[in-house]
């Protein structure tokens, strides 16, 4: 069975950090790719990063690139998100999914298209 375990979300002040971790389990790291995503009350789901872990590609999106940096454990099995000088608006629930042997670069594909999801970690950042 496929299960992905997000931990590390908390409140923390403006300009604080977190790292998020996204523990899977049941895939080989070799066939799969792992993004984060955050929802935050009344708005849409957003893609955060994701990382392919057959070539290492990464991708930062636009409302958080310099800050959030996505790392993966290789043998581990495990994802990890990095947030620094974390803002307000970053405040959402943060869940991470991974997408079965991706074809193209992992920034390609929409939360629809991911297969498994963690059930989410809480950051709330205050001002």
């Known amino acids: 069975e496929v299960q992905l375990v997000e931990s590390g979300g908390g409140l923390v002040q403006t300009g604080g950090s977190l790292r998020l971790s996204c523990a899977v389990f049941?895939?080989?790291?070799?066939?799969?790719?792992v993004g984060w995503f955050r929802q935050a009350p009344g708005k849409e789901r957003e893609a955060v990063s994701c990382?392919?872990?057959?070539?290492?590609?990464?991708h930062i999106g636009d409302s958080v690139k310099g800050r959030f940096t996505i790392s993966g454990a290789g043998a581990k099995n495990t994802v990890y998100l990095q947030m620094n000088d974390l803002k307000p608006e970053d405040t959402a629930v943060y869940y991470c999914a991974a997408k079965l042997s991706p074809y193209y670069y992992c920034s390609e594909y929409g939360p629809n298209e991911y297969e498994y999801w963690g059930q989410g970690t809480q950051v709330t950042v205050s001002s």
């Open positions: 990382i392919s872990s057959s070539d290492g590609h990464t």
């Open positions: 049941g895939l080989s790291f070799d066939d799969y790719a």
